[in-house]
């Protein structure tokens, strides 16, 4: 018998992996654990808003973050002084 499921999970985290993939090959950069962390993440949240092609991901993830340096967060803000 077929676990539909597993397959259907399967296909979804391919899906994910392929717009994170093309992430990275569109900033011709090396994938690290935090930014693969913070992509994925972002894909999750795409993926569930209905966004369910790579090719959709993939550009809404470049959009987002638009280059490496959009990753990055700040430790301190002004407002965590005051």
Known sequence: MIDFNLSLRTKDVNVLSEAVRT???HNRVTPTERATQLLCSAAMDLYRQ??????ELATL??????????LKINATTSTAHH
């Not at 209905?50 to 090719?55: F, I, K, M, S």
């Not at 993830?61 to 959009?70: E, G, K, V």
Request: no cysteine.
């Open 23 to 25: 992430w990275y090959q």
């Open 61 to 70: 993830l470049i959009t987002r973050f638009d280059s490496p340096y959009s």
């Open 50 to 55: 209905g966004h369910r092609t790579p090719e």
